[in-house]
Structure formats: C-alpha cells, structure tokens
C-alpha cells in the first residue's frame, strides 16, 4: 500500500480510547514477516511486533493508535480522512496517527538494517495509560528485550516541519490544598474564620509563580492554580473550608519536596492539609547519544532545518520509556490542531516524516 493511502485507512479506523479500531490486527497483518506479540490488559490494546535483522543495537518506533474523541464543531466527517486544499483532515491525523503512518511504512519498507527494528503501539495514550505501554515495557524486561533507543512519533513540530524535537519531558505534580476554617453568618465575621480571606492574603504570593529558575534545557517550574472552590452558593453564610488545585509542570530542578516546603512557607499559619501526587517525572536524554545525533543530521538532510532541542508541552508516554534506561526522543508533524474540531495535516508532511524515519533507520 501506498504511503498516503494507507495514512488514510488509518484515520478511518474510529480508535478513540481505549479502542484500537481494528489497527493492531491490520498492523500485524501488514508487517507479516515480523514476530508479533499482543499484550492485551484490562480491555487496553497493546503490541509490540519486532524483526531481528543483525547483532547491531535495538532501535524502536513508539505510539499510540487511541485518538481523543471527535466532539463538535467539524466542517468534515472526523473519520472520513478528506484531503482538501492541500490538507488530510481526520481526528488523530496528528496526534498521532500521522507518526504511525510514516514508521509503520519506513519500517516495512527496510531490507538491511544492522541490529533490531521494533514498534511499540497502545490503544491507551490518550486515557488514563495505565495498561498501555506500561504493560509492553514489563514485558520487555522481563525477556531482556528492551530497546537500546527509541522515537516516539508525537507531533513535536511548531511552525514548520522540522523545526523541533522533544529530548526530554517536564514532570508534574497534581496538588489539593484544603484549608479549614470556621462557619458563620455574613453580618457577623468576628464569630467565624473565613478561609477564603485567608487565602487570599496569600495568593497572589503564589499564583504563576517560578518555583526554580530553569535552565538551558527546561522552562522554570510554576506554581498553576487550577481550581478554587468553597462556600454554599448563597451571600449569608461565610464557608468551613477552601479547597484549592494546583499543578506544577516541574523541571529537574523541582521535586515534591519543594512544592510542599512552597505551600508550607504560606500557609504555615492556617490550619490547613495538603495532598500531592505525581503523574509525570522530568526526564532528558543526551543530546550527544547516537539517536539524537542520528535524527537530527535526517531532518537537516530532509527538510534543511537543524531542529531545536525542545522539553517543553505535556506529557506522553516516552515518560515510562526513559526510565527503563532507553535514549528515548520524539519527532513528528506540527502540533497545532491536535485534540481541536477539524484537525488535519499535509500530505507533504506525511511525506517528509517518512522520509525521515526512512533516513534515521538507514543510517543509525
């Protein structure tokens, strides 16, 4: 199959999360003379599928088939891949079904390779991902499988294609602070302790504050409140108790430790309890190891831009990779309508992303 129809097919098979659409059959069906392996997980789809071609190093392309659902507001079908005025319209056609795209056919594509060719692939990215890709990785292990590098094809491009990559990955902290007062009636604020006042006298100590300076490679940690509620909707009564949400997209810099001594230093007076909870943990890999080397000089080669080395964005899965001791990186299409009505991409990125991959896989 062509490179753009098959781009299609893909986007065609309706995946939202935590189903697969039927892509994990056809990818195995498509790479018939690799070794496949389904390590399905509590209604989560996963496989890895893999082709030893020599005793050189394990090179892996990770991702996820799963897309957000479509929601309103499209001018096409979300699932109908239309291509109009130069651009592939479909939901996931950048996040990341277009990085799927172009590794599924560099990879089938391949006839020499000195080492291990491998793909990743989950149906649980967008959801809560805790049968997805963590369940391969424990498999990988298990059998000394894992893979010496790995790109995971998320959309990392800003305003042209090729113009960054994602070597690393900020953390993040999910925070509830809750701070107990006492209730009363309005006309009379001397008998209760409004934990709303109190807050407030804080507040803007800490809100979209930098917890650490950054550095050369992450933004700075900042303190981002998310929520704040109390009261019973009514102008009578003062509440018992402020709840408030934060989160903290934290570099290396910033751990637990230091959001918790943050709010500390705050509310130190007030009665008050606090709950973290990390979802993510900073990570970055080398810019000197043989893949980010390798991927740079193919998007130079291909597009004539030497990308910029970026940790900025969310999360994704390349979280759990990096731990198990992987050099792991991300490169894809631009990212600017991914999760948004009418999501789309070009032909020529698609293009030129597979062209890439084609380049990395020749000369790793």
């Keep these: 199959m062509e490179l753009i129809p098959l781009f299609k097919k893909i986007i065609q098979a309706k995946s939202e999360t935590p189903d697969d659409g039927g892509l994990l059959d056809f990818i195995s069906e498509y790479l018939d003379d ?159 302790t409004n934990p709303i006042h109190k807050v407030a006298q804080v507040l803007h100590y800490m809100a979209g504050v930098d917890l650490d300076d950054g550095d050369e490679n992450f933004a700075p940690s900042k303190f981002v409140v998310t929520d704040i509620r109390a009261g019973m909707e009514v102008t009578n009564v003062t509440p018992g108790k402020l709840k408030l949400m934060f989160n903290v997209r934290n570099s290396t810099n910033t751990d637990q430790k230091t959001v918790e001594a943050f709010v500390h230093k705050y509310f130190s007076e007030m009665n008050y309890t606090l709950q973290l909870d990390q979802s993510a943990y900073p990570f970055m890999t080398d810019p000197n190891t043989n893949i980010v080397r390798t991927i740079d000089a193919a998007i130079e080669k291909v597009t004539g831009i030497k990308p910029k080395h970026s940790t900025a964005g969310g999360t994704s899965d390349a979280r759990y990779i990096a731990p198990c001791g992987v050099d792991v990186i991300e490169f894809g299409v631009r990212n600017d309508t991914i999760h948004a009505p009418n999501e789309r991409t070009t032909r020529k990125e698609v293009e030129k992303l597979y062209a890439v991959f084609q380049e990395v896989i020749a000369t790793y």
Excluded at 83 to 102: F, H, L, N
Excluded at 111 to 117: D, P, Q, S
Excluded at 149 to 155: F, G, H, K, L
Excluded at 162 to 179: F, L, M, P, T, Y
């Design 34 to 192: 690799f070794t496949s392996v389904r390590l399905d997980s509590n209604g989560v789809k996963n496989l890895f599928i893999y082709k030893k071609f020599g005793e050189g190093e394990h090179l892996c392309f990770a991702g996820h088939v799963d897309v957000v659902p479509a929601g309103e507001g499209w001018s096409v079908d979300p699932y109908g891949a239309v291509e109009k005025d130069g651009y592939i319209y479909g939901r996931g056609c950048q996040d990341m079904k277009s990085g799927v795209t172009a590794f599924l056919q560099a990879v089938k594509a391949t006839k020499v390779f000195n080492g291990t060719l491998s793909l990743l692939l989950t149906s649980d990215e967008e959801g809560p991902a805790k049968f997805g890709t963590l369940e391969v990785l424990k498999y990988l292990e298990e059998n000394d499988m894992m893979p010496d590098s790995c790109i995971v094809a998320e959309p990392t491009c800003e305003e042209l294609f090729g113009d960054a990559i994602k070597i690393g990955r900020r953390g993040s902290i999910n925070g509830v602070i809750e701070k107990h007062g006492k209730q009363g009636h309005a006309a009379y604020p001397e008998k209760a």
